[in-house]
């Protein structure tokens, strides 16, 4: 089973960008698959962010977006807001199987 | 509206088993397929396993294999998710799941 691995704390200024990547063990992230990101909040259900590498749902902001960078699956946070500080995690498949990272705590400070 | 309802928080002692249900509402529920995640206290999400309510497919965890059960009423529009051998290290918040609606989480706590 891969382990998929994310930066484990990101602190970024408010109004900055920051990027969120999504690595796995056992090769290149493709859009095969199929990331997805979620944040989480203390004491909150997981909130969707993107599916599909880059797709968006109807409740992601604007300055959220998901891309494939240098072989890993990544997050862009623009013009960050100081409710964007949480945690956030990635979603791989490798087949049938799910694996989820181990998340970034993003400070804005 | 979607919606998932889960069953309330189970409290077992080691070895024993829990099943926690998640009830479907505002959506064909044979079309999406529900996953099954869990979150120890402090810690972050783990994928447990999932299930195709269409045929009732399902694939799970390396680490779950053998040890939890997922199935589906499909009249009831409800899922479960069966655990045996729990651990302490069971303890942790269980969420169904179709990846973009959440179920508010079932508690289990595994003590003696």
């Known amino acids: 089973q891969a382990v998929v691995t994310q930066e484990p704390s990101l602190t970024v200024s408010p109004g900055g960008t920051v990027t969120l990547t999504c690595a796995s063990d056992?090769?290149?992230?493709?859009?095969?698959?199929?990331p997805n990101w979620f944040l989480q909040k203390p004491g909150q259900v997981p909130k969707p962010l993107i599916f599909?590498?880059?797709k968006k749902y109807s409740w992601t902001p604007a300055r959220v977006s998901g891309s494939l960078l240098g072989g890993k699956a990544a997050l862009t946070l623009s013009g960050v807001q100081p409710e964007d500080e949480a945690d956030y995690y990635c979603l791989l498949y490798f087949g049938d199987v799910v694996v989820f990272g181990g998340g970034t705590k993003l400070t804005v400070l | 509206q979607v919606q998932l309802a889960q069953s309330g928080a189970e409290v077992k002692k080691p070895g024993a088993s829990v099943k926690v249900s998640c009830r479907a509402s505002g959506y064909n529920s044979i079309k999406y397929y529900i996953y099954w995640v869990r979150q120890a206290p402090g810690q972050g999400l783990e994928w447990v396993g999932r299930i195709n309510p269409s045929g009732g497919g399902t694939s799970y965890a390396r680490q779950f294999q053998g040890r939890v059960t997922l199935t589906t009423d499909t009249s009831a529009r409800t899922f479960y998710m069966d655990m045996n051998r729990l651990t302490p290290d069971d303890t942790a918040i269980y969420y169904c799941t179709r990846l973009d609606f959440w179920g508010q989480g079932s508690p289990v706590t595994v003590s003696s």
């Open positions: 056992i090769g290149a992230v493709t859009g095969g698959n199929s």
């Open positions: 599909s590498t880059t």
